[in-house]
């Protein structure tokens, strides 16, 4: 009887826990979103590559330079609130490349799967489908150079130079 007070108790505390996070989660939205006006954000974009394991291995801003470093914070914080969606489409779909998946104010998160299950998250506004579908493939296709390269090691971040100019420019070229 009393481990299943001590389990009910520990189950409590953590839906809780889980409800605060939440709420805590919207409340920070509101008021990051409050601080940004809609122009101020279209004009950037944020990629980022995140692995299997969920980790982030390349991060950066495309397009025009984030104006401050708020608003870099909240295009990381917007894609990673968006791993959730795709966990769950990539198993839906055999489609590689998925369409608007999640919506902030005027920005659309965009997605991109590999077949490793490796995660291409483009924030930016809507427009082009196209050119943001072909910025995937030919971005899949350095990252595939990157993992022939026997020096670098799976699910290690990227720091390559090389890498972070070609990325820039095909941004550049088609979104």
């Known amino acids: 009887m009393q481990i299943n007070i001590r389990q009910n108790n520990r ?3 953590l839906k809780d ?3 605060r996070s939440k709420a805590q989660t919207r409340r920070a939205t509101k008021h990051l979103s409050k601080q940004f006006t809609s122009s101020e954000m279209a004009t950037t974009a944020c990629f980022i590559i995140v692995s ?3 980790i982030p291995i390349y991060e950066a801003e495309v397009g025009s330079a984030a104006k401050r470093e708020d608003a870099a914070q909240l295009h990381q914080f917007i894609l990673h609130a968006a791993l959730d969606i795709v966990q769950d489409l990539a ?3 055999s489609a590689m490349f998925l ?3 999640d ?3 005027d920005l659309v998160v965009s997605v991109y799967v590999t077949a ?3 995660r291409f998250m483009l924030l930016h506004n809507p427009h082009n489908d196209d ?4 910025f995937f493939q030919e971005v899949h296709e350095l990252y595939i150079k990157i993992l022939l390269n026997p020096l670098n090691l799976p699910g290690s971040r990227i720091t390559s130079s090389h890498f972070d100019t070609k990325v820039r420019a095909l941004a550049r070229k088609y979104l």
């Open 11 to 13: 189950v409590r505390k």
């Open 17 to 19: 826990l889980d409800h």
């Open 52 to 54: 299997r394991n969920d």
């Open 91 to 93: 198993w839906t779909t």
């Open 99 to 101: 369409k608007a998946i």
């Open 103 to 105: 919506k902030f104010n």
């Open 116 to 118: 490793g299950h490796t």
């Open 131 to 134: 050119g943001i579908k072909t």
